[in-house]
């Protein structure tokens, strides 16, 4: 029996995505489990899996454009049956049957005829002029963004945006990606010759007084609404330390010697964060309204700069992870973060980020809490600076760490322990490696 395929609420309260692409053709068998498409949320791209065997019938959302979630994006058919049996399942639930289906109105009642009570003769009044016919409004066509229905355009969300960008046609690049897929370089490729097409639509409109208007992407919207909602709700405080690291500088070295996946300073800091929640586990806490969630494992969200924005996917059981896991899965993480690859699941959970602009040669900086998560640690640069050790003073290459924390779930008496067992493990790096 041929049935509906609606858009699922594939992020948790949201009210509608885009499917960025059909990973199937029209016609084409699958089976339980296979991906018939790729859904783009405000953060990430998500596999739609088929829940049973089947033929992809009719396709009625077009690649690109916003859905409601619980809308019909294709009607999904068995074996034998026809596109008499397509048009049927459409027409049951109100849309009229065809490759880009309509929902039909329903029938507006219209009211009964009231009776007008006779006039009783009066003096005569002078006539009533017709009103003139207005004429009717001609219709505006619609502007829509991307290939006209039923032309499929396979590209990844970074080239969407790429070319969003760079105005370009998405139906003039010739994609180099798996069965033909417009990946970025190619975006990018295209952008770079001087007589390449622009896009209809209009990105950026310049005003009169001297700027670009650049209308805001979906990710950007939700990194406001997030950090807006954060800091009027969320009570922050911050605790402040400076890290000696020139022996974590010296052990890093000589581990990249002969270590065939490089290891950052971040790697390390990550690998601490963990080891000082082994050292103070009261703080591994989060805030609900009626308790304290005290979790068993330490899920660390890794701050990552990507075009569309600032992604937070989140690497689980950093306590039970080598260093070596740690810097593998940070570096699969962040790339696929800026490929517009992640899992809806992977950018979830935690109680804790580290967002480091140390490598940007930022010396100190306050990060703004990633809700639920109860602290978040800012990492700065490390930079040579005269200190003092035992009544001397010498030169010593200095990391200043500050940590925002939310006072509901974390005391400062606690987070200052928390902060001194962080930077113990800091500044005595084999610690961390046992």
């Given at each position: 029996?041929?049935?509906?395929?609606?858009?699922?609420?594939?992020?948790?309260?949201?009210?509608?995505?885009?499917v960025?692409?059909?990973?199937?053709?029209?016609?084409?068998?699958?089976?339980?489990?296979?991906?018939?498409?790729?859904?783009?949320?405000?953060?990430?791209?998500?596999?739609?899996?088929?829940?049973?065997?089947?033929?992809?019938?009719?396709?009625?959302?077009?690649?690109?454009?916003?859905?409601?979630?619980?809308?019909?994006?294709?009607?999904?058919?068995?074996?034998?049956?026809?596109?008499?049996?397509?048009?049927?399942?459409?027409?049951?639930?109100?849309?009229?049957?065809?490759?880009?289906?309509?929902?039909?109105?329903?029938?507006?009642?219209?009211?009964?005829?009231?009776?007008?009570?006779?006039?009783?003769e009066?003096?005569?009044?002078?006539?009533?002029?017709?009103?003139?016919?207005?004429?009717?409004?001609?219709?505006?066509?619609?502007?829509?963004?991307?290939?006209?229905?039923?032309?499929?355009?396979?590209?990844?969300?970074?080239?969407?945006?790429?070319?969003?960008?760079?105005?370009?046609?998405?139906?003039?690049?010739?994609?180099?990606?798996?069965?033909?897929?417009?990946v970025?370089?190619?975006?990018?490729?295209?952008?770079?010759?001087?007589?390449?097409?622009?896009?209809?639509?209009?990105?950026?409109?310049?005003?009169?007084?001297?700027?670009?208007?650049?209308?805001?992407?979906?990710?950007?919207?939700?990194?406001?609404?997030r950090?807006?909602?954060s800091?009027?709700?969320?009570?922050?405080?911050?605790?402040?330390?400076?890290?000696?690291?020139?022996?974590?500088?010296?052990?890093?070295?000589?581990?990249?010697?002969?270590?065939?996946?490089?290891?950052?300073?971040?790697?390390?800091?990550?690998?601490?964060?963990?080891?000082?929640?082994a050292?103070?586990?009261?703080?591994?806490?989060?805030?609900?309204?009626?308790?304290?969630?005290?979790?068993?494992?330490?899920?660390?969200?890794?701050?990552?700069?990507?075009?569309?924005?600032?992604?937070?996917?989140?690497l689980?059981?950093?306590?039970?992870?080598?260093?070596?896991?740690?810097?593998?899965?940070?570096?699969?993480?962040?790339?696929?973060?800026?490929?517009?690859?992640?899992?809806?699941?992977?950018?979830?959970?935690?109680?804790?980020?580290?967002?480091?602009?140390?490598?940007?040669g930022?010396?100190?900086?306050?990060?703004?809490?990633?809700?639920?998560?109860?602290?978040?640690?800012?990492?700065?640069?490390?930079?040579?600076?005269?200190?003092?050790?035992?009544?001397?003073?010498?030169?010593?290459?200095?990391?200043?760490?500050?940590?925002?924390?939310?006072?509901?779930?974390v005391?400062?008496?606690?987070?200052?322990?928390?902060?001194?067992?962080?930077?113990?493990?800091?500044?005595?790096?084999?610690?961390?490696?046992i």
């Amino acid at each position: 029996m041929a049935t509906v395929l609606r858009m699922p609420e594939v992020m948790a309260n949201a009210h509608e995505a885009v499917v960025s692409a059909w990973t199937i053709a029209e016609g084409s068998a699958f089976s339980v489990g296979d991906t018939l498409a790729e859904v783009e949320t405000e953060k990430a791209l998500v596999d739609l899996p088929a829940e049973q065997d089947g033929i992809l019938g009719r396709i009625l959302a077009v690649p690109g454009a916003t859905t409601e979630v619980g809308a019909p994006i294709a009607v999904l058919i068995s074996k034998g049956e026809t596109a008499a049996d397509i048009d049927a399942a459409l027409t049951a639930i109100g849309l009229t049957a065809g490759p880009t289906a309509v929902r039909v109105p329903e029938q507006i009642p219209v009211p009964e005829r009231v009776p007008v009570p006779e006039l009783v003769e009066g003096p005569p009044r002078p006539p009533v002029p017709e009103p003139k016919p207005v004429p009717e409004p001609q219709p505006v066509p619609e502007l829509v963004e991307g290939p006209p229905p039923g032309t499929r355009i396979f590209a990844s969300p970074i080239a969407r945006v790429k070319a969003r960008e760079a105005r370009l046609d998405l139906a003039s690049i010739v994609g180099s990606g798996p069965n033909g897929r417009i990946v970025r370089a190619d975006v990018e490729a295209a952008s770079s010759k001087p007589s390449a097409p622009a896009a209809p639509a209009v990105i950026g409109e310049l005003a009169a007084g001297g700027y670009t208007a650049i209308p805001h992407t979906g990710m950007r919207k939700a990194i406001a609404r997030r950090l807006t909602e954060s800091k009027s709700t969320v009570p922050h405080f911050y605790v402040t330390t400076d890290c000696r690291v020139d022996e974590l500088l010296a052990v890093r070295a000589r581990i990249n010697e002969s270590s065939p996946i490089k290891i950052s300073v971040n790697d390390f800091v990550i690998k601490a964060v963990a080891s000082a929640f082994a050292d103070v586990p009261s703080a591994n806490v989060t805030w609900t309204d009626t308790h304290l969630r005290l979790w068993d494992s330490v899920d660390i969200a890794v701050a990552v700069a990507t075009d569309g924005g600032l992604l937070t996917p989140v690497l689980r059981g950093v306590d039970r992870l080598t260093l070596r896991q740690v810097a593998s899965q940070v570096s699969e993480l962040a790339g696929r973060a800026r490929a517009g690859r992640l899992r809806q699941d992977e950018l979830e959970g935690g109680s804790f980020s580290v967002s480091n602009l140390g490598m940007y040669g930022t010396t100190e900086f306050s990060a703004i809490l990633n809700p639920p998560q109860s602290g978040i640690l800012a990492v700065g640069a490390a930079k040579p600076q005269a200190v003092v050790v035992d009544g001397q003073v010498v030169a010593a290459t200095v990391m200043r760490c500050t940590l925002s924390v939310d006072h509901r779930a974390v005391d400062g008496a606690l987070a200052a322990q928390w902060l001194a067992a962080f930077t113990a493990r800091i500044e005595n790096p084999l610690s961390i490696l046992i």
